[in-house]
């Protein structure tokens, strides 16, 4: 492929136009039979990329070349933004892949395009970035506006990732926030960012923090380690200390193989033999209804405080 063009598409985050080809030194007749051959692929109309090179459907690169593709349509000032660029980022999503690319444009009245929604809102230059060649709003910029737009514990799930994985710290989430404090949805942005802890490790443990949460049980401490300085037990994913409960979410893959499974076992037995009570969930609990794991914990609240 002729350089220029591969620059084009490194700068475009994937896509390519008609023009861009043409450009190259392409012409009308190659384009078609590039396009008949599989060698390029029609993302959208006058808007190309090149597959990938093993066929495979990978959803998640299907959707950053249709939002590179609306970029590209819409021109102007327009980014990638919301659940579009958590994709891109690797913030996780409830649900997954989303359906519409997301992408937001300083022009009040710009184009729209075919499965795209587009948010109006000018960007601050620091609220800018690139992954992959995608123009898209920064994480911290992310994070606020799925925190405005998004439920609450999805919003939750994803502002602790951006903190834990150091995308973003608690101030410049605050900072973006304050330049948005007129914008629709920022009351409940505010109350995620409170809520927010940068120590829960996954998904599942944020999901647990809003369950715990709602379900009107005291706030757990994350991520504490048990036991004599010494003679550390383990670290644990929740500690209800008062009520001398441990907590912990099961998530797939937390045990690989049969000595994972037998060291926790010891763990937990440790963790008895200190008088602790330890509750274990699932994703299925996390995400669905939390009300029987709740249960569980009053149960174990109740006898933590009978041995303390």
């Not at 950053?64 to 999503?93: D, E």
């Not at 649900?95 to 009245?109: D, H, L």
Request: net charge positive; aromatic share 6%.
């Amino acid at each position: 492929m002729h350089p220029d063009l591969l620059a084009v598409i490194s700068a475009r985050g994937g896509v390519f136009t008609r023009a861009d080809a043409l450009a190259a030194g392409y012409d009308a007749d190659e384009i078609r039979r590039r396009l008949r051959s599989g060698r390029w692929v029609r993302v959208r109309r006058g808007i190309f990329a090149v597959p990938g090179s093993d066929g495979a459907p990978d959803r998640r690169l299907e959707h950053l070349l249709r939002a590179a593709a609306a970029l590209a349509a819409l021109g102007g000032r327009a980014v990638a933004s919301h659940r579009t660029a958590a994709l891109a980022l690797g913030v996780p999503l409830l649900g997954g892949v989303p359906e519409q690319v997301e992408v937001t444009s300083s022009r009040s009245r710009s184009r729209r395009a075919p499965g795209v929604i587009v948010h109006p809102a000018a960007l601050p230059e620091a609220e800018v970035g690139r992954s992959g060649g995608l123009l898209l709003t920064s994480a911290a910029r992310t994070a606020v506006d799925l925190s405005r737009t998004l439920p609450f514990r999805e919003a939750v799930m994803a502002v602790d990732h951006c903190r834990n994985r150091g995308l973003a710290g608690h101030r410049e989430l605050a900072t973006v926030l304050a330049g948005q404090r007129s914008s629709w949805g920022a009351p409940q942005a505010r109350r995620v960012l409170d809520f927010s802890d940068g120590r829960a490790e996954s998904p599942g443990e944020s999901l647990s923090r809003v369950a715990i949460a709602a379900a009107g049980l005291p706030r757990p401490r994350l991520q504490v380690w048990v036991g004599e300085p010494m003679d550390p037990v383990g670290r644990v994913d929740f500690l209800f200390e008062e009520q001398r409960t441990v907590g912990e979410f099961d998530g797939l893959g937390k045990y690989t193989d049969r000595q994972d499974l037998v060291a926790e076992k010891l763990r937990e037995d440790r963790l008895r033999d200190l008088g602790m009570e330890v509750v274990r969930w699932v994703w299925a609990d996390a995400v669905g209804d939390f009300g029987p794991t709740a249960a569980r914990l009053r149960d174990a609240f109740r006898r933590g405080r009978r041995t303390a």
